[in-house]
């Protein structure tokens, strides 16, 4: 967890990764979640398009199913033994809701499925990881296979039940309502199990781990469908290094959604057929996949060509994003649920109409995403993998009233304090007096110096009667009148209790007040602060993991 500037502002929360890859349909970077009380432990991916949390159940695997099913779906062990699935039961914290169809949208067939639904606990991490748990969370049990991990989604749209009348937080709201993160926006790339080193996923909430990626300097507004914000043109698809050369997958410029619940990319028809025919793929009318024979898999792994897609409003060549992904991406296997063994394949799927254009979660292994609900925009760059030892580098987004604090700390940071500049005044003020004073008595000698030294010119000329006269007189009365009549009257004095006291006040009013940058200034130059932090999280997996190996070892 990174470090914030201030105890007012929370945050960015690390999502504790589970350096596990799970799978039927490739393998995964999965992230741990405990669920009901006391936790039940998940390894889960997450997804966009829902704010629930979705974890398979016991009825999900079957005496059909192998005995370790429950597993392969993404269960820890429970209270000394395997884990069936979610056991509500053994939840104190329970609340059932009923069964619903699941609420992930696009008409895809993945999404044609339902759930058993309540109310629970839902927290990221490990035990005693000191990452967040939420109480009265959205969870949903599932069964259908083509969902074979559990998810948790990233989504700030509230879930409703036969009415609108009682919406439930989504589970990054609640984060954010309670203060635990400093806005809704998150970073996320899928991670990359293809490569030397496997990378783990990396999914931070509040913010984004900047060591994760290549900036690329562009964003993309938000789709007007709150619930498809994730939308996107692309311009041009081409595979590099194939048996024919460099070659275009795509004759037009087609919209498509970035949606990580799936696994493929779905494309145009013909664009799926020249892929096939670039990298040697054989369609299987049964599973619907695009299979990859052993010849042409080794000569794919040898050759090892690209496919770079080209993101943009326009197709200008100056303006467009190149994402660029290394056949290791695509070179996937699908097993139980789809085959009986391990099957190579490539994950492209045809999609029957435009609303099914998706990229999936093969995309994002080699992509970081960075979704701004504030600014309601997203970010995609080319994805870096650094070596696990590498620190992370966390942004913070903040929210509009975080944002707010960070620049009222900054204006008091470079200007003083209401009672400094009070001190200053009073400084000021009296120092004035003082050398009003100063000048009084300058002023009053001179003219006393004066005064006397025409008495003495006249005496000298008319003897004793000036003398006399002086002498009969009350000379310190008319001194004392002339002193306090010229002390009254004095101008200088009056510019001092009023023009120069205005003057002041207008100055430091300007020199405070005019020099404070505006807000958006403010909060945009922090959005670009950097907080250099070490995932808090490791040490609790790397005992829990020896945990885990100590009980498999007795």
């Not at 009380?37 to 979705?54: D, K, M």
């Not at 490569?195 to 931070?204: F, I, N, P």
């Not at 000569?299 to 080209?310: E, G, V, W």
């Not at 003082?434 to 008319?462: M, P, Q, Y």
Request: charged share 20%; net charge negative; glycine share 8%.
């Amino acid at each position: 967890m990174a470090n914030s500037t201030d105890s007012s502002i929370p945050s960015p929360v690390v999502f504790a990764n589970s350096l596990e890859f799970d799978g039927n349909d490739g393998l995964w970077s999965t992230f741990a979640v405990r669920v009901g009380t006391p936790a039940q432990l998940f390894r889960v991916i997450p997804i966009p398009s829902s704010g629930e949390t979705y974890i398979p159940i016991p009825e999900a695997c079957t005496t059909e199913d192998p005995s370790n099913c429950a597993a392969l779906r993404g269960a820890f062990d429970f209270d000394g033994f395997p884990s069936k699935g979610f056991d509500v039961n053994a939840s104190s914290t329970w609340s059932n809701i009923g069964t619903y169809g699941l609420d992930l949208g696009y008409g895809l067939d993945y999404y044609d499925a339902a759930g058993n639904y309540g109310l629970e606990t839902v927290g990221i991490g490990f035990p005693n990881s000191g990452l967040p748990s939420l109480s009265s969370q959205v969870v949903s049990g599932i069964v259908n296979k083509k969902l074979w991990l559990g998810m948790i989604g990233l989504s700030p749209v509230a879930s409703n039940f036969s009415d609108f009348e009682y919406p439930q937080r989504a589970f990054m709201t609640t984060l954010m309502d309670d203060g635990r993160i400093p806005s809704l926006s998150y970073g996320y790339t899928a991670g990359a199990s293809y490569r030397l080193q496997r990378v783990a996923g990396s999914l931070t909430i509040g913010g984004y781990d900047q060591s994760k990626f290549k900036p690329s300097n562009q964003a993309f507004p938000f789709d007007q469908d709150e619930t498809r914000p994730l939308g996107i043109n692309i311009q041009r698809i081409t595979a590099g290094n194939t048996w024919n050369g460099t070659r275009s997958m795509l004759d037009k410029e087609i919209y498509v959604q970035l949606d990580y619940t799936v696994p493929h990319l779905w494309l145009p028809e013909e664009t799926c057929d020249r892929l096939a025919k670039a990298f040697g793929l054989t369609y299987d009318n049964r599973t619907e996949l695009y299979r990859v024979n052993d010849t042409m898999h080794a000569r794919l792994q040898s050759t090892n060509p690209t496919i770079t897609i080209a993101f943009g409003a326009t197709d200008d060549p100056a303006a467009l994003l190149n994402i660029e992904l290394p056949y290791g991406a695509f070179d996937l296997q699908a097993s139980y649920g789809f085959y009986d063994n391990a099957t190579n394949y490539f994950p492209i799927k045809r999609a029957k109409n435009e609303t099914q254009y998706v990229l999936g979660r093969a995309f994002l292994q080699e992509a970081y995403l960075v979704v701004d609900y504030e600014r309601k925009n997203f970010s995609l760059h080319q994805a870096l993998h650094p070596a696990s030892n590498v620190k992370e580098d966390i942004v913070p987004i903040l929210n509009q009233k975080y944002s707010d604090i960070l620049a009222n700390q900054t204006a008091s940071k470079h200007h003083p304090s209401a009672q400094t500049r009070r001190g200053a005044i009073t400084g000021i003020t009296v120092g004035a007096i003082v050398g009003l004073l100063i000048l009084i008595i300058v002023n009053f000698t001179f003219v006393r110096w004066r005064r006397r030294s025409k008495a003495t010119k006249d005496g000298e000329k008319d003897g004793s009667r000036v003398s006399d006269s002086v002498e009969g007189s009350d000379g310190n009365s008319a001194e004392m009148h002339a002193h306090h009549l010229y002390e009254m009257h004095d101008p200088n004095y009056l510019e001092a209790g009023g023009t120069s006291r205005s003057e002041i006040d207008g100055i430091l009013r300007s020199e405070l007040m005019g020099s404070i940058p505006p807000n958006d200034e403010v909060v945009q130059n922090n959005t670009n602060v950097q907080e250099r932090t070490e995932n808090g999280s490791s040490g609790n997996v790397d005992n829990f993991q020896a945990e885990r190996r100590a009980e498999n070892g007795s």
